[in-house]
């Protein structure tokens, strides 16, 4: 069936360090592809997401390209702030008329100043 | 533009009692989602409802789980009985839509079962 796997967390950077967090999916058809951000003591709120091969989502800072050839979506920002300390979840939409999200496990992030 | 509103916040009952969840979706929009969130796993899809009906409730265990969508806007989750395992965060989410639709999620509801 349909699935989403990420990178095992959790994540600890420095302050304006590089991240990655790796996503990949299973999907039948033609996915649409989410990140989700979950700061602490807050509920989940969509971070970036894009519908069709090659589209790139961005939102503050952050870049995912769906990458259909290798059935990735990876999350990457070129320098991170104490502030980005969240969890990540990379998700995807089923096709047809349903659209309900099939999560991954999520990743912590943790930076450091 | 007001968001998901879900109550209570927090919930600690004993192993075999009841309880419910409300939930109140974003004003119009016409498709609601409960997630159930374990800790240290992503959410999962309980049930699906466009306007008032049900549009996927596979993964709901019918057994002791039952939800309803009166009028096409709040709804209720209910569990009854509890189990141990039902400890968990119970988010609810709404999208205008369906299919490749941005869908808002509430603050979930913290579940503890003794």
């Known amino acids: 069936g349909d699935s989403v796997t990420q990178m095992e967390g959790p994540v600890t950077l420095s302050e304006e360090a590089f991240l990655t967090i790796n996503c990949t999916y299973t999907?039948?058809?033609?996915?649409?592809l989410f990140w989700y951000v979950q700061y602490p003591g807050e509920g989940l709120q969509l971070l970036l997401k894009a519908t069709k091969a090659d589209d790139k989502g961005s939102n503050k800072g952050f870049e995912a390209t769906y990458r259909k050839e290798t059935t990735s979506f990876h999350l990457e920002k070129g320098s991170v702030q104490v502030s980005d300390s969240a969890v990540y979840f990379c998700?995807?939409?089923?096709?047809?008329?349903?659209?309900?999200?099939?999560f991954g496990k999520g990743t912590k992030l943790s930076v450091k100043p | 533009e007001a968001g998901v509103a879900q109550s209570p916040r927090y919930k600690i009952i004993e192993k075999r009692q009841s309880v419910a969840f409300w939930c109140n979706p974003i004003s119009g929009h016409a498709t609601l989602y409960w997630y159930q969130q374990i800790l240290g796993q992503g959410p999962k899809l309980l049930i699906q409802?466009?306007?008032?009906?049900?549009?996927?409730d596979s993964q709901l265990p019918k057994d002791r789980f039952s939800a309803e969508r009166l009028k096409g806007v709040d709804s209720t989750l209910k569990i009854q009985p509890a189990k141990l395992e039902d400890s968990a965060v119970y988010l609810c989410?709404?999208?205008?839509?369906?299919?490749?639709?941005?869908?808002?999620f509430g603050p979930g509801t913290r579940l503890l079962v003794l």
């Open positions: 998700a995807l939409s089923v096709g047809g008329s349903q659209g309900n999200l099939i």
């Open positions: 999907a039948t058809g033609y996915p649409s």
């Open positions: 989410a709404s999208s205008q839509r369906t299919f490749q639709e941005t869908q808002y």
């Open positions: 409802f466009q306007n008032n009906g049900v549009v996927d």
